[in-house]
């Protein structure tokens, strides 16, 4: 077999020169993009195969190609361990990430016009839940949820209401910055209600559901999609899983619905991860996930910063800057010089823009991932308030000694699936 990457360093020294800068910034830096991860080194092998020449319309034997002898099982293992892991009663492993996948879902139960409930960017949400600048608010009535002032959490009266008024054909629940557990039973009373179909967006959240460490939608919504990165620890793709009666319309809506053949690469690299996930070791992995999250959220809020609900139940911790007065941009962009990654984000009723918000992101799935435990989420919460205070004051030396502080840290712990000096 070729070593692809001396195969690229003789054809494109300039891009294997930067993905070797870029494996160095992983490995150095603490990772706490909520919605990143480290994978392992089977799925980066799965992921960057000849399973990458092959092109495979439709689906595990309805394909439009010849040649499927070895992709169709490759398909079927994945859906099967899908299934098994999710305990749903199909899985369409095909969608090329999170927003095709919840587009999908537009397709399969909407009409353009027709009205969808979902939570609000603002507060949480997902662009492809209805926001204005998505295709989703701009093709489809969007009515939006938010979360409680004082409490940071959804209200379930207001989604009540809201489903009532407006008889929505779907209700989407979970988002990209929601630090908090889903009441899905809520959700799916609601929409048993006004006769929508429930689908949970559980991208950000997969990993901890198969590892047992967040309550499953399964039972209670009869669509979930999903990303496969994140907390699931596998490949940029997605997934949807639902109930057999939703197969069909899911799978049309997909394949030819939306999109072409499936990145075959990446179907194998999901089947990894999801081998991956079925582990005792997984599990240990998910609650730990959330034991560092705690930690983290703890250790901030005897710093006096601000959390979005007041801390966190899974992966994710949304902090509200205001009251240091410092923008979430010059935070995040401080922490960066620090060497520690994470993304300015808005809270819930934000008074500042989108693209200069007051708040900072942030997740432990990365940093789980290489080992790290509670005492060095202790460490984390300090520099970052530190560094919060010191972008405040324009302080860029002690901004510098922090970074070197982290590298220390981070050179004994050893990331996943990357091998550097």
């Known amino acids: 077999m070729t070593d692809v990457r001396s195969a690229l360093t003789a054809t494109d ?14 490995a150095d830096t603490i990772r706490l993009i909520a919605s990143e991860n480290y994978v392992s080194a089977a799925v980066l092998e799965a992921t960057g195969t000849v399973l990458t020449n092959k092109y495979s319309e439709g689906y595990a034997g309805k394909r439009y190609y010849e040649g499927q002898q070895f992709i169709d099982p490759i398909e079927e293992l994945a859906i099967a361990r899908a299934k098994s892991l999710f305990g749903v009663d199909h899985a369409n492993v095909q969608p090329y990430s999170g927003s095709p996948a919840n587009l999908a879902v537009y397709l399969a139960f909407l009409s353009p016009g027709d ?10 949400g997902h662009l492809t839940h209805g926001h204005a600048v998505s295709a989703t608010g701009k093709w489809f009535k969007a009515v939006h949820y938010g979360v409680r002032r004082d409490t940071g959490v959804v209200d379930f009266d ?10 929505p054909k779907v209700i989407f629940c979970g988002g990209t910055a929601v630090p908090r557990t889903i009441d899905y039973a809520s959700f799916a009373t609601i929409a048993a209600e006004v006769g929508a179909v429930l689908v949970a967006d559980i991208a950000h959240i997969a990993g901890l559901i198969a590892g047992g460490a967040h309550p499953s939608p399964v039972g209670h919504a009869s669509v979930i999609t999903t990303t496969t990165h994140k907390t699931l620890r596998g ?7 639902c109930d057999a009666e939703h197969a069909a319309a899911i799978d049309k809506a997909v394949f030819p ?3 072409g053949g499936p990145h075959n690469h990446t179907t194998a690299a999901i089947a990894v991860a999801l081998r991956e996930a079925a582990t005792d070791d997984f599990k240990a992995y998910a609650h730990a996930i959330v034991a560092n999250s705690r930690a983290l959220a703890t250790e901030l809020g005897s710093r006096g910063v601000d959390m979005v609900s007041g801390g966190s139940d899974n992966h994710l911790i949304l902090i509200d800057l205001t009251n240091r007065d410092v923008p979430g941009k010059i935070a995040a962009k ?16 934000d008074t500042r823009k989108p693209f200069d918000p007051s708040g900072l992101r942030i997740g432990t799935a990365a940093v789980t991932s290489r080992g790290m435990g509670v005492d060095e989420m202790r460490q984390i919460g300090r520099w970052i308030d530190e560094v919060v205070t010191a972008a405040g004051k324009g302080d860029e030396e002690s901004i510098t000694k922090i970074g070197a502080e982290v590298r220390s840290v981070t050179s004994a712990f050893p990331a996943p699936g990357i091998t550097v000096a």
């Open 115 to 124: 009205t969808v409930l979902g939570m609000g960017l603002a507060m949480g």
């Open 257 to 259: 619905g939306l999109q």
């Open 158 to 167: 207001e989604i009540r209401s809201l489903a009532l008024e407006h008889r």
């Open 13 to 26: 020294p300039e891009i294997a020169g930067l993905i070797a800068s870029e494996e160095q910034r992983q």
């Open 235 to 241: 490949p940029r793709g997605a997934m949807i899983l």
């Open 334 to 349: 401080a922490l960066d010089r620090a060497g520690i990654e994470c993304n300015y984000n808005a809270v819930p009723f």
